[in-house]
């Protein structure tokens, strides 16, 4: 029997796992999460004989209770294959101490695709599944990553368009080349004049109109999300730790039962709250390792028990976690509450109307396996240049700090347990800042020579991603206010 999802802000509004991945976010700004999450009834043992698809499909099943084996299998094989650039689909490397598990072989070279190569299957069979005749619009805020990689996933696929929206001038140069020339028939791209809390708050204004829904529904179109906030990103998303974690068993390095740690670069909360679902199914983990940019909103909650989003914006050279709202931290605060939507919907309206909230000492001590720090910008330089000259391996600027943070961690506790660290780019999304980090005096080049300079200094070889946006001509160019959002929405779909 399958269990269901709920909206953290309502305790009364449910759906199924294909309704909650079709809807992406309940009313009222709610979040949908598992009423229950089963344990993982497969030994590690047998888990790590099993490749990524068969790990996939053990973890996946447990969540999306009303897809069938046949659905699920057919979305799974659909996503993992030669897109990704390894078969092993997530790699687990030994640097500097700690388990690199890469997550950046996909189509965008970013962690986002370990999603969002599944989400556009996963969507498609819900509408099928609840009998939706509409065209799904989705809708798409992006700091970088997630934008081309939902454009990547989405693109021409039938009975799908994507809008993304991102803030014009808080991306990487190659994070915008990347999605400006987007080729899909179905797809729309704008900058914001605006950073990203803009970008998402404006999407997530448009989520919640209902007299926009009901004119779209007129007009034969539903939204739908392929952030974060959409449970069809999270669940995928667990199913690399259990991966890796099992490698690790297969190598010998540890026995099933051992405990780990993860460390997580974080930005909306959406890849280190996976772990700890997974973790909640059974992986054995000792501590969380949150680690965030000079935007510490995360460090500060995790510190002192109030979130406060007053503050300054920083544009560092980790934009994907330029991020003051992280969105899935709702999440962990409806469960540390005792699965309690209305003391949630309650600190969320503080959320909303004074820019912070607090929790409670009660909630603040089931906190206890989450350890917050960040790294500055200039520990981020040195980190990558530290990392290179012990042994030629290249982070790139977001891995870097949480390599730095868990640096700090391992000087701060002592703790010496295994290390999972959670790799989300390739360096060659920001070469910039990467190169100008081992090598400062390259800085006046142009962005395409320094992709040649990190060949040379990785010896990794230029991925594909990189190659095909080198000549490949602007297909996008709208750029727009964050108040008219709606507006070229609209107009990209012709009503
Ligand atoms: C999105 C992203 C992050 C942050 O992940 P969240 O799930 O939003 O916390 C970190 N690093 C990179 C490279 C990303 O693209």
Same mark, same amino acid.
């Given at each position: ?238 199913? /690399?730790?259990? %991966?890796?974690? $099992?490698?690790? #068993? !297969?190598?010998?390095?540890? *026995?099933?039962? +051992? &405990?780990?740690?993860? @460390? ?106 989450? /350890?917050?720090? %960040?790294?500055? $910008?200039?520990? #981020? !330089?040195?980190?990558?240049? *530290?990392?290179? +000259? &012990?042994?030629?391996? @290249? ?101």
């Amino acid at each position: 029997m399958g269990f269901l999802y709920r909206s953290t802000r309502n305790e009364n509004e449910t759906a199924t796992a294909s309704e909650a991945i079709l809807k992406g976010l309940a009313e009222n700004g709610g979040l949908f999460v598992p009423d229950e999450i089963p344990e993982l009834d497969v030994p590690f043992e047998e888990l790590a004989k099993m490749d990524y698809k068969e790990v996939a499909y053990e973890v996946m099943s447990r969540m999306l209770t009303d897809f069938t084996e046949d659905e699920l299998k057919a979305c799974i094989n659909g996503a993992y294959d030669s897109k990704f650039d390894t078969e092993l689909i997530a790699p687990v490397k030994y640097h500097h101490g700690a388990y690199i598990l890469e997550l950046f072989h996909g189509k965008t070279i970013a962690f986002k695709d370990m999603a969002l190569s599944i989400l556009p299957y996963l969507l498609t069979t819900a509408a099928k599944k609840n009998n939706i005749d509409k065209e799904i619009v989705i809708l798409t805020a992006t700091s970088g990553d997630t934008g081309k990689a939902a454009l990547a996933g989405f693109a021409d696929v039938p009975g799908t368009k994507i809008a993304v929206f991102y803030p014009k001038n808080g991306v990487s140069p190659i994070q915008e080349k990347q999605m400006v020339t987007e080729k899909g028939k179905n797809t729309f791209v704008a900058g914001i004049t605006g950073n990203f809390d803009d970008a998402q708050t404006g999407v997530k204004k448009m989520f919640s109109d209902k007299a926009l829904a009901e004119y779209l529904d007129e007009k034969g179109f539903q939204f739908s999300s392929a952030n974060s906030i959409n449970i069809g990103r999270l669940v995928p998303q667990m199913v /690399y730790y259990v %991966y890796s974690y $099992t490698r690790l #068993v !297969a190598a010998g390095t540890i *026995k099933a039962g +051992d &405990e780990i740690n993860i @460390v997580v670069p974080t930005g909306n909360f959406g890849n280190i709250l996976a772990a700890y679902y997974a973790s909640v199914m059974g992986l054995p983990v000792h501590k969380f390792i949150c680690a965030s940019n000079d935007n510490k909103v995360l460090y500060d909650f995790f510190t002192t028990g109030e979130y406060d989003r007053n503050r300054e914006f920083i544009l560092t050279t980790s934009p994907s976690m330029d991020i003051l709202i992280s969105s899935n931290l709702e999440r962990l605060i409806y469960r540390i509450a005792g699965n309690d939507a209305a003391k949630n919907a309650e600190l969320m309206k503080s959320l909303n109307e004074t820019g912070k909230y607090e929790i409670t000492e009660e909630m603040k001590k089931n906190l206890y396996q989450f /350890y917050g720090n %960040y790294a500055t $910008t200039d520990e #981020v !330089a040195e980190t990558i240049r *530290k990392v290179y +000259d &012990e042994d030629g391996y @290249v982070l790139d600027t977001h891995t870097s700090v949480a390599v730095a943070v868990y640096d700090k961690y391992k000087e701060e506790t002592g703790d010496s347990a295994p290390t999972i660290i959670a790799s989300t780019a390739s360096p060659y999304k920001f070469t910039r800042s990467v190169i100008t980090a081992i090598e400062p005096e390259l800085d006046s080049k142009e962005d395409f020579e320094l992709v040649d300079e990190l060949e040379k200094i990785s010896q990794v070889k230029v991925p594909q991603a990189i190659e095909e946006i080198r000549t490949a001509p602007v297909v996008h160019d709208t750029v727009c206010d964050k108040e008219d959002m709606e507006k070229v929405v609209k107009n990209f779909l012709g009503i």
